[in-house]
């Protein structure tokens, strides 16, 4: 709008010193609209996502065209809820005509750059909370009166099988009203895709009509989501997520090795093994925090897993506020479990918080009783909802006290019940020791996340598992994670790394754990060489890094998710910062927002910065303006960053007649004063004088002045660099 807006102002500025000269009289000042008075609500002409998932990793690129139909810029949101999981990967604005693209650099490097943008006065970030296992990004760009702005978001996360199914989920929020909305989800995989449902759609059940799934061929599905117009709301507006659940065929194999152009992934999923009896400590926490409807959900939550326990499982319930009470640990039974359920009934919320004791009460348990002919994981699922208030605090010495306690290397699971809990902390213990940590959200079906948590667990088939590979067909510093605690029914064991050669002939891998039955083994010999997906599967990315090689960037995303749990999970400074190090080089090289990495939004190219002669880094550096915020406002918990933009400060120069100045007939003005101005006063320019104080005619200069006037605006406009006399 702004080169519209400048070539129609330019025209009458020159009819009008026309109508001077001649001697005829002049032209009333230009008129123009009025200000609104009700604001027309923006609209979004297209919003587009299209997702392509090769061998569960999935490249998501969201397209959004909105548009400012009213005669007052306006600022547009664009957001959008990511997966927490993912990694942005590229950020393009269209604005103005020029294109905003972006960049990753070291968050300490964007908080330099972000700072000296600052000090010029350009626009600073935003960034906003987290929603329920989604990281929120949003960019705020001014849109100008009936103009457009394009937002083009890819981001990659490879997804994770849970209860055996791969869930792919897609959050379609807009904010405005939408005319042409789609979601077109295209899943290739290497083997026979066996299961394919759609479990969520936007807009609820009304909109099940909208979606459409089919086969191209065996190893390929197509889901699209496509709503008729006349489905809409009346505000147009439609929110949701279209949640994708799919699954391949299976057998008890090795899995899946493929290679493609120097890297390789492979993918362990084994089925018809033989679950392993377990021993569960449930370690809930009875705080006076807890009270009310949360320890009513935890209790109706143990009332129902009590009831999913599996035949030969041993089980155990501790809680703990200031102190600890426990059940003790019972074989699994209709009599043990009409027991336990009598004790989570008398569970009262008081006290404060004493994680410490707990975790200490969970360790010292005698399990010496329960050791059979086979092996017995021991799972301990921890719930707190707030952070530790009693006996030992400190979060270093509760760390160090939970390592030196767990001698028996039980893999410790730690649930976060709603926002107070410390998740940085209950991560830590969590990666610390062999389990993970997750966030139960606190909401009407608290009890069904928590029962849907403990299921996953609920199986575990394999412990101790490790992967080696022939160092002669490998790079074995490459490779991803290759040592896993616990292999549980219905997940996925995945390990990525690069190969000595782009085709290796000679690559083997041996597989060993511990099982039901003791010593488990399986020997790799076969693997499958990928061919390149179909060029129609990706060229939807707009000015992204394209993953021809997609199994390159699986590897990079895998083995920067490896390297910062590894530093989370680190004792001691060097192993940490080692760690980081490695996860930085590889998201920069690769492109991904982190936590160690932040967004940085770059300005179109000036033509007129510099001289072509000049160093290109030097070059580069004065073209950049990051639009980042400072270290401890740049990212949430998974690195996304989101950024305000006004389009104005840097698509072009609008020219202000209030910053030009006639004081003489040799017309001196100031380049600074029409550089500093970004909005047009129109009745301003309508009303220029052009006689002197004696109100003798001087047009022949003034028109001269003006057109040297207009003649430098435009150069200003385009950004034409002329030389320096």
């Not at 927490?84 to 604005?93: V, W």
């Not at 530093?567 to 490695?582: F, Y």
Request: overall charge negative.
């Amino acid at each position: 709008m702004r080169h519209t807006l400048l070539s129609w102002i330019i025209p009458w500025s020159v009819v009008s010193i026309a109508w001077q000269v001649v001697g005829t009289p002049p032209l009333p000042p230009l008129s123009l609209p009025a200000t609104h008075h009700g604001a027309q609500d923006l609209e979004i002409l297209t919003y587009h996502i299209q997702s392509v998932v090769i061998s569960r990793y999935a490249v998501t690129t969201v397209t959004c065209r909105i548009r400012n139909p009213a005669l007052d810029a306006q600022e547009a949101s664009f957001g959008l809820l990511l997966p927490t999981n993912a990694f942005i990967s590229n950020l393009t604005i269209e604005a103005g005509g020029r294109n905003y693209t972006s960049l990753v650099r070291e968050k300490e490097e964007a908080r330099r750059t972000y700072e000296k943008a600052r000090s010029k006065g350009q626009n600073t970030a935003i960034v906003h909370q987290k929603e329920r296992e989604t990281t929120r990004f949003r960019v705020d760009v001014t849109v100008t009166e009936q103009d457009e702005v394009i937002f083009y978001l890819t981001y990659e996360e490879l997804l994770q099988r849970r209860l055996g199914v791969y869930s792919h989920k897609v959050n379609v929020h807009p904010g405005y009203p939408v005319r042409d909305l789609l979601v077109d989800i295209t899943i290739h995989e290497t083997r026979d895709i066996s299961v394919l449902k759609v479990k969520k759609v936007p807009g609820g059940h009304d909109f099940r009509d909208a979606v459409s799934e089919w086969r191209e061929g065996a190893k390929t599905a197509r889901v699209q989501y496509d709503p008729d117009p006349e489905m809409m709301p009346s505000d147009g507006v439609v929110h949701g997520q279209l949640e994708i659940h799919y699954d391949v065929e299976r057998s008890l194999d090795t899995g899946d090795v493929q290679i493609e152009e120097g890297y390789f992934v492979h993918f362990f999923a084994p089925v018809d093994l033989q679950y392993t009896p377990k021993h569960i400590t449930f370690l809930i926490d009875t705080s006076g925090s807890m009270e009310g409807r949360k320890i009513l959900q935890v209790k109706d939550a143990l009332r129902h897993i009590l009831t999913e326990l599996n035949a030969g499982d041993t089980f155990n319930i501790i809680h703990f506020s200031d102190g600890t009470d426990r059940l003790g640990t019972m074989r699994y039974s209709g009599t043990a479990v009409r027991k336990a359920k009598k004790f989570i009934n008398s569970l009262q919320a008081e006290g404060g918080t004493n994680i410490d004791l707990g975790l200490k009460d969970s360790f010292d348990q005698n399990l010496e009783h329960l050791v059979t002919g086979s092996v017995r994981p021991h799972i301990i699922i921890m719930l707190t909802d707030g952070q530790p208030t009693a006996g030992v605090t400190h979060a270093t010495n509760i760390l160090r006290n939970v390592r030196e306690r767990n001698k028996d290397k039980a893999a410790v699971f730690c649930l976060g019940f709603g926002r107070g809990a410390d998740m940085q902390l209950l991560e830590r213990i969590s990666l610390q020791n062999r389990g993970t940590s997750r966030k139960i959200y606190e909401d009407e079906d608290a009890a069904d996340q928590l029962k849907g948590f403990y299921e996953e667990l609920s199986m575990p088939i394999l412990l101790d598992v490790r992967f080696s590979y022939s160092d002669d067909a490998v790079v074995l510093d490459s490779v991803t994670n290759t040592h896993f605690y616990n292999y549980f029914h219905g997940t996925e064991l995945v390990v990525a790394g690069q190969t000595e050669a782009e085709q290796p002939s000679g690559l083997r891998a041996n597989i060993t754990g511990q099982g039901r039955n003791g010593q488990f083994f399986m020997g790799v010999t076969d693997w499958n060489t990928v061919l390149p997906p179909d060029h129609h599967l990706l060229d939807h990315l707009h000015l992204a890094p394209t993953p021809r090689n997609f199994i390159k960037r699986l590897w990079a995303f895998q083995k920067v998710k490896d390297l910062l749990s590894t530093e989370k999970a680190a004792k001691g400074n060097h192993e940490k910062e080692v760690a980081r190090k490695k996860a930085l080089r590889i998201a920069l090289e690769h492109h991904f927002v982190t936590p160690l990495t932040s967004l940085v939004v770059v300005q179109p190219d000036k033509e007129n910065c510099k001289d072509y002669e000049d160093d290109e880094e030097e070059e580069e550096a004065e073209d950049q303006h990051a639009l980042t915020p400072p270290e401890e406002e740049m990212t949430d918990g998974n690195g996304s960053v989101s950024v305000n933009l006004d389009p104005q400060d840097s698509v072009v120069r609008s020219f202000n007649p209030k910053s030009i100045q006639v004081l003489s007939d040799q017309g001196d003005y100031s380049d600074s004063d029409v550089e500093g101005f970004n909005d047009f006063n129109y009745m301003n320019f309508g009303s220029m004088s052009l006689a002197n104080d004696s109100g003798h005619s001087i047009f022949p200069s003034a028109m001269m002045l003006i057109l040297s006037i207009v003649f430098h605006t435009i150069v200003l406009a385009l950004g034409i660099h002329l030389p320096i006399k």
